[in-house]
């Protein structure tokens, strides 16, 4: 199933009726994983499926914007000169009229980076990429906002004009836009920045990523990583100032939060797929983060305007 006017990607549905939006350089037009336009060139394609996740990541700098989405298990509220980050495959829902949004956008797969990069842990040391503590939209000033759009800009022209060299300067074009949005948040959230003594934090969070619907405890990732629960949780608390722990809570609840908002699982369901022992521990655990029980989360995130 091809969907309509969108930014090169293709829709396979699931069967979770959730479908999947894969990024296609064929169909958008360009010889890279990579793409950068105005609102006004790409139609966007929120409304071609109700709920999906994309393979890809998605930089978003609105001028106009109006209505919400859920993204990851959260609400968020859109409104103008926001900048907006999604992750691949974290779940989207969008409540928006397209004529209403106006916005730059930035789409790359992340086997686009791993090309030219020999670091496989790259994109999980950007600190707003598959990131669960700290919301991954903000409003930038003009002075943060400017030379990354001018970075877009360049990537554009070298898009739409390719010569022998265009993929060598949108490479370098891209890694700067990330490593200076890197900056810009660790900036506005207060995030440490220190140069880091190993990987392990990054692996960890990779394997969050991709396990933690099997694996719910510390000991497991450390086991997995072959270095001790102490080790791992050090070398955490160095590179993201919160311990090992607190990172697997928070992805769990997103996960929760996921099969709340996107599925039709009841609570006993979830607990059964996330490895908790009992619905009650389940209840429990959300009630001890969010501080809301499932019922008060779900009346305040399905709010009217």
């Known amino acids: 199933m091809r969907s309509k006017d969108t930014y090169g990607i293709y829709n396979s549905n699931t069967a979770e009726h959730i479908s999947l939006l894969k990024y296609s350089k064929s169909s958008c037009g360009v010889d890279f994983l990579l793409n950068t336009a105005e609102s006004t060139e790409k139609r966007g394609w929120f409304d071609t499926d109700k709920r999906y ?28 000169d926001m900048l907006l980050v999604i992750s691949p495959f974290q779940l989207q829902e969008w409540h928006v009229e397209i004529d209403k ?18 670091d496989k842990y790259f994109m999980y040391r950007l600190l707003y990429c598959y990131q669960h503590d700290y919301p991954t939209w903000f409003d930038p ?73 099997n694996k719910t405890r510390v000991a497991d990732y450390a086991e997995m990583m072959g270095i ?34 996107f599925s039709n699982l009841s609570v006993k369901e979830i607990a059964f797929r996330l490895h908790f022992s009992e619905p009650n521990h389940l209840m429990r655990f959300f009630k001890q983060i969010t501080g809301q029980t499932i019922s008060e989360f779900l009346t305040e995130i399905n709010r009217e305007e």
Do not use: W
């Open 101 to 118: 949004l106006e916005y730059t956008f930035l789409v790359f797969q992340e086997e686009f980076v791993n090309q030219f990069l020999s």
């Open 53 to 80: 996740r994309t393979d890809f990541f998605e930089f978003y700098f609105f001028r106009k914007a109006e209505g919400y989405l859920f993204l990851a298990g959260e609400r968020i509220d859109l409104h103008p």
């Open 141 to 213: 000033t003009e002075e943060e906002v400017r030379p990354l759009l001018n970075l877009l800009g360049n990537m554009k022209k070298e898009l739409r004009e390719p010569i022998a060299d265009s993929y060598h300067l949108i490479v370098a074009y891209l890694y700067q836009f990330l490593l200076l949005l890197n900056r810009v948040y660790a900036r506005r959230f207060h995030l440490p920045f220190a140069l880091p003594l190993n990987n392990y934090a990054y692996q960890y969070k990779q394997l969050l990523e991709k396990n933690i619907c």
């Open 228 to 261: 001790s629960r102490v080790s791992l949780n050090k070398a955490v608390m160095r590179e993201f100032g919160l311990s090992a722990v607190h990172l697997l809570k928070q992805r769990l609840l997103q996960e929760v939060k996921n099969d709340l908002l």
